[in-house]
């Protein structure tokens, strides 16, 4: 499985920031070491994909309806974001968790919204560090994966991502056993519910994940790559990242 890095560009970026995307393109191989996803802002999501036409490199959202039209103001469809050109989209984030009140039932519609658009769902989970200071972790993550996929879910293209809460934007990460841990639990919780399909799936990490200790997180057994917020907004902090993983 290839290693992918997606970059949750959040409520950042104005039309000057696609020269951060330009700098990527210039500075990676035909096939660089990884998958790249990045997530702009909505707002930048058709003039990004036009930008990295016949590049390696992918654009996503950072969220969808779960309906395809009607009468929701302010918010956007995943079929929009196709439209627009992104091929992927992140659902059920801890800030849109938070911010927003989306339940497990809310990321699950919109996980299906994502498969039907045709756009790969990288659907986030993750525990508060209350749950993991009461030695909740695993069981709080199991549970939040297995409700945000309903019964019939096919899981086409479909990334996990793990995200600590307490990790993200704080400079803090979890032990590197503890990440190992729990993306083994990840990926029991797949296979239970997805069958062998489960197996193929990739899971990343995230939460300050940054080129001084991308190398280390990445060398992680079954890390397959990284949802990087923070160290995704400039270039070379980017790259840097994109150079320290390590050869399998
Ligand atoms: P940071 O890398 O800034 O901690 O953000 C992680 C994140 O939330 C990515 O979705």
């Not at 469809?77 to 968790?97: F, K």
């Not at 919780?189 to 069958?195: F, P, T």
């Not at 300050?208 to 992680?220: F, Q, T």
């Amino acid at each position: 499985m290839r290693t992918l890095l997606a970059g949750n560009w959040k409520m950042n970026g104005l039309h000057a920031s696609l020269a951060e995307i330009r700098a990527l393109i210039r500075s990676i191989s035909e096939r660089p070491a990884a998958d790249i996803i990045i997530c702009p802002p909505a707002t930048l999501i058709a003039e990004a994909a036009r930008t990295v036409r016949s590049a390696p490199i992918e654009i996503g959202g950072q969220d969808c309806h779960a309906e395809s039209s009607g009468a929701f103001t302010g918010d956007i469809s995943a079929e929009m974001l196709r439209d627009a050109g992104a091929t992927a989209v992140i659902v059920g984030h801890s800030e849109r968790r938070q911010c927003h009140g989306e339940t497990n039932r809310i990321v699950a519609a919109k996980l299906t919204a994502a498969s039907r658009a045709g756009l790969a769902p990288i659907l986030c989970i993750g525990e508060s560090e209350a749950q993991r200071d009461r030695g909740e972790a695993i069981s709080a993550v199991r549970r939040q994966l297995s409700e945000s996929m309903d019964a019939k879910f096919k899981p086409v293209e479909l990334v996990v991502a793990y995200e600590p809460v307490w990790a993200i934007g704080t400079g803090r990460t979890p032990k590197p056993q503890e990440i190992v841990q729990m993306h083994e639990a990840v990926r029991a919780v797949l296979i239970e519910r997805l069958g062998q399909e489960g197996a193929q799936i990739r899971i990343l990490y995230g939460g300050s994940v940054k080129p001084d200790n991308a190398g280390e997180i990445l060398s992680l057994p079954g890390v397959g790559g990284a949802l990087i917020g923070g160290a995704s907004l400039k270039a070379p902090d980017f790259l840097s990242i994109l150079q320290a993983i390590p050869s399998r």
